[in-house]
Antibody
Framework: EVQLVESGGGSVQPGGSLRLSCAAS????????MHWVRQAPGKGLVWVSR????????NYADSVKGRFTISRDNAKNILYLQMNSLRAEDTAVYYC?????????????WGQGTMVTVSS | QSVLTQPPSASGTPGQRVTISCSGS????????VNWYQQLPGTAPKALIY???QRPSGVPDRFSGSKSGTSASLAISGLQSEDEADYYC???????????FGGGTKLTVL
């Protein structure tokens, strides 16, 4: 079964750091581009970041550029999101999503999400 | 951050046909394909339509998508109670170099 499982969420104070993980199974992880998408409580979906299959290229939303780093370990089938200098406005459920082969910016598989709360 | 424009809400009765619009610009919908996602209450989003009008396997043909210029729309025919959900459009934006989502449309089945 094709599956994405996020972990690493939790509560952190403003200015703190967290690393999210997304474990992939049921498909050849290294051949797929991967994305992170977040959703603040009661709000809509917001794209965060993208990484290509071999990890050689990344993109970020302006709101997280310079603070968040996306990476992947294709040997372990894990996607990461390192989040530094966290702010209250980063509070959200964070989803990892697989990019469809046919169109790299369509998300065909989503994880269940992990909650990040930034509060003092 | 810019978003694609969707109506915040839509509604219909069982069996009806409803459409949800998504308006963008030349840097996103005008140049790139549009994707649609369904988010049932309390769950993760699910792919509904990709590349403007393609349905992933398992998505009923009651769902269809179209695109014209800088706008797109999602149509749901034969509305069912289980279609009650939030619907989001999305497209790559060449200016922002990232994916833009619409604000979401909450569909209520009356």
């Amino acid at each position: 079964e094709v599956q994405l499982v996020e972990s690493g969420g939790g509560s952190v104070q403003p200015g703190g750091s967290l690393r999210l993980s997304c474990a992939a199974s049921g498909f050849t992880f290294s051949t797929y581009w991967m994305h992170w998408v977040r959703q603040a409580p009661g709000k809509g979906l917001v794209w965060v970041s993208r990484i290509v299959g071999d990890g050689s290229a990344t993109n970020y939303a302006d709101s997280v550029k310079g603070r968040f780093t996306i990476s992947r370990d294709n040997a372990k089938n894990i996607l990461y999101l390192q989040m530094n200098s966290l702010r209250a406005e980063d509070t959200a459920v964070y989803y990892c999503a697989r990019a469809a082969v046919a169109t790299r910016n369509a998300f065909d598989i989503w994880g269940q999400g992990t909650m990040v709360t930034v509060s003092s | 951050q810019s978003v694609l424009t969707q109506p915040p809400s839509a509604s219909g009765t069982p069996g009806q046909r409803v459409t949800i619009s998504c308006s963008g610009s030349s840097s996103n919908i005008g140049r790139n394909t549009v994707n649609w996602y369904q988010q049932l209450p309390g769950t993760a989003p699910k792919a509904l339509i990709y590349s403007n009008n393609q349905r992933p396997s398992g998505v009923p043909d009651r769902f269809s998508g179209s695109k014209s210029g800088t706008s797109a729309s999602l149509a749901i025919s034969g509305l069912q109670s289980e279609d009650e959900a939030d619907y989001y459009c999305a497209a790559w934006d060449d200016s922002l170099n990232g994916v833009l989502f619409g604000g979401g449309t909450k569909l209520t089945v009356l």
